[in-house]
């Protein structure tokens, strides 16, 4: 005659729950969690090249207690180890070191591949100062990213979210060197702004005049919402759309001009045209494909041939 129930019997849910409710589970779970890290940061200060291996083959599962683990953030930080625009295997304490004048955060962008990332248009502003990014490609980036963190008193910012100025941190002295001597002939930027909006209606929730941008024309952010990475994910996962971006235009460059030309002349459909055109180029650049693809060449093919004068 039985007079226990055998834990055997129990429904493997329960004791998993039992296991986890448990106080001496728990003490015993986060000494040894302590101990791990603990041998990881004498690893990572003593034996670099061995601790970026580590990193190399462990990072993604660290990286999810930076989302996961609020106790152990900072020290999880401090482990991390990033790709940047400024090499591999950079710690956080290596970017802040690096700290060019008057920088006051730490920028990063979420994409899904280091490469296509170092190719975005948000990097522009940032690289003609020698402003180091995070390069960050892994899923979980999205999610860690959006809450509020920083390390060393400098918070972590996205070059794809909110407002970005750079004006107080200096150019590089090739980059001061290369600009024209002669500051191009000014638009109108607030008419520029109004006849896009009117083009665009819906398909974005403003327009402004971008301090990212220095060769593009254009590109798209997020508000005060999510990032524009995780916007994408959530709304893969959700199977619906997102919410509407932000598309900042660079007043500098000649087809914002053209467009602000052609809508200072009457030119209706010019102008119309060149909005969606910035639109649509700055979604493909964000690695999207534009809503109606034959319509964008179409659009694209008329604004050739107009520009060619071909009959």
Not at 235 to 252: D, Q, V, Y
């Amino acid at each position: 005659m039985r007079g226990v129930v055998d834990s055997d019997d129990l429904p493997l849910n329960i004791s998993r729950e039992m296991l986890q409710n448990n106080p001496q589970v728990a003490q015993m779970r986060k000494a040894l969690t302590g101990r791990v890290l603990g041998e990881l940061e004498t690893l990572a200060n003593n034996e670099a090249e061995n601790f970026d291996k580590v990193w190399e083959g462990f990072g993604r599962v660290l990286k999810e207690g930076l989302y996961e683990d609020h106790e152990r953030r900072e020290r999880l930080l401090a482990l991390a180890r990033f790709t940047t625009t400024a090499g591999t295997a950079r710690s956080l304490k290596q970017y802040v070191a690096d700290l060019k004048p008057n920088q006051t955060a730490i920028y990063y962008l979420v994409g899904e591949s280091a490469e296509r990332l170092k190719s975005n248009p948000k990097l522009e502003a940032a690289r003609a100062r020698g402003i180091e990014v995070l390069l960050l490609t892994d899923p979980i980036d999205a999610f860690w990213t959006a809450l509020p963190l920083g390390f060393d008193g400098k918070p972590l910012k996205s070059l794809s979210q909110g407002e970005v100025d750079f004006g107080l941190v200096p150019k590089l002295e090739a980059e001061t060197k290369a600009e024209e001597p002669t500051k191009p002939e000014a638009i109108d930027e607030a008419s520029v702004i109004a006849a896009v909006k009117g083009a665009l209606g819906e398909r974005v929730s403003d327009v402004r005049a971008s301090q990212r941008l220095t060769d593009s024309a254009a590109c798209l952010v997020a508000g005060s919402g999510p990032d524009r990475e995780l916007e994408r994910l959530l709304a893969r996962h959700k199977g619906g759309a997102g919410s509407k971006p932000i598309l900042e235009l660079n007043m500098r460059h000649p087809l914002v001009a053209a467009l602000g030309e052609a809508h200072k002349r009457a030119r209706t459909e010019d102008a119309n045209d060149l909005a969606a055109l910035l639109f649509e180029e700055a979604c493909i650049l964000d690695g999207e494909v534009p809503d109606d693809p034959a319509a964008f060449a179409t659009r694209l093919n008329r604004l050739v041939v107009r520009g060619l004068a071909i009959p």
